[in-house]
């Protein structure tokens, strides 16, 4: 086992090389080999290349190594092109922090059956006079780029939930495909993630109209990832145990409270008066800009949302949902 890989446990080693094709024997040539396709980029700043960074890209793809340079170069990429979306890119600027304050993104502090780290959405506590949609995405990503310093979610990846409830159909209207194009290229098309599952539950029409909207900009390993359950929440525990889940989402676990990751990324000096300094993360790769962003403004009052459903006592079809069904929603453990 090589330094890069001090830490991992004996399984998740062995499931990086069965599904990532990951050989300790030759890790640093792989990273080598794409540091040496920099050159042929000149347009790009690449301002981190050191072996642990570039190591989270080939894990994204497979030890794909053009693959792996691709998203290297199309990371940076996307941060230039896109310089006041990482402008004092950290928690405690004021936009990422009313965002992260606001639930967005909540981060469930147990992983699933997979290993993966659970991200929850609850789209209706989008306060449009609050925080903008950019804004969101940038807490989004910031908090990616903080899990993604743990080896293991490099390898076994994330999974998203986006509950719908009391979405309105004046919120989905500030959904423009521009900005939803921006979210696919940043999350999708530049991000050394692995993404095992994206399921939206309590979809109103109007999302599954926005959805056919992105299609043409999701790649056919995204769309498959995609799992519209709608009020079936007896689908969504086929895929992910209930006992990973909070009740709001049908599962064994209290409610979520929307500032734990908040009080993660923020540290001690978090309350819930916003009242804190700390920030826990400074993305000294991120090139700064002069400009500032724009605000979205559009009123809506901020909602804690518990559904009200409950679980029928044997389970789906009369039963628990079966290992099986389970193995198949880690996707081989979310092979990509």
Not at 69 to 92: E, I, S
Not at 309 to 314: H, L, S
Request: glycine content about 8%.
């Amino acid at each position: 086992m090589t330094h890069l890989q001090a830490g991992l446990s004996p399984e998740t080693i062995e499931k990086a090389r069965l599904e990532l094709n990951e050989n300790p024997d030759i890790l640093h040539q792989d990273i080598q080999q794409v540091r040496d396709m920099i050159i042929t980029r000149p347009d790009i700043g690449f301002l981190r290349t050191d072996d642990a960074f570039i190591l989270r890209f080939l894990r994204a793809r497979k030890f794909h190594q053009m693959e792996a340079f691709r998203l290297l170069a199309q990371y940076f990429q996307y941060r230039q092109l896109n310089l006041d979306m990482f402008k004092n890119f950290k928690a405690d600027d004021p936009g990422i922090k009313r965002a992260l304050t606001d639930g967005f993104p909540g981060v469930l502090e147990n992983r699933d059956h997979c290993g993966r780290k659970i991200l929850l959405l609850f789209a209706a506590n989008w306060d449009q006079s609050r925080n903008s949609f950019i804004d969101i995405l940038r807490a989004i990503l910031l908090s990616l780029e903080v899990l993604i310093e743990d080896q293991e979610l490099q390898i076994n990846g994330f999974i998203l939930i986006i509950d719908w409830s009391n979405f309105s159909f004046k919120q989905a209207s500030k959904l423009t495909p521009s900005i939803l194009k921006l979210a696919i290229e940043g999350l999708q098309d530049s991000f050394p993630a692995r993404f095992g599952g994206v399921h939206f539950v309590n979809q109103p029409w109007y999302i599954h109209a926005l959805y056919t909207l992105i299609k043409p900009f999701l790649k056919d390993k995204t769309r498959k990832r995609i799992f519209l359950h709608g009020n079936n929440l007896n689908s969504l525990h086929q895929l992910i145990h209930p006992e990973c889940l909070p009740s709001e989402f049908g599962g064994t676990l209290p409610p979520y409270d929307m500032g734990t990751w908040a009080r993660t990324l923020l540290g001690p000096d978090y309350s819930d008066e916003n009242e804190y300094t700390h920030t826990s993360y400074n993305a000294m790769h991120v090139k700064h800009a002069s400009s500032s962003l724009e605000q979205e403004d559009s009123p809506k009052p901020m909602k804690r949302l518990v559904l009200l459903w409950e679980p029928p006592p044997g389970g789906l079809d009369g039963g628990r949902p079966g290992r099986e069904g389970w193995e198949r929603g880690c996707g081989r453990a979310g092979k990509r």
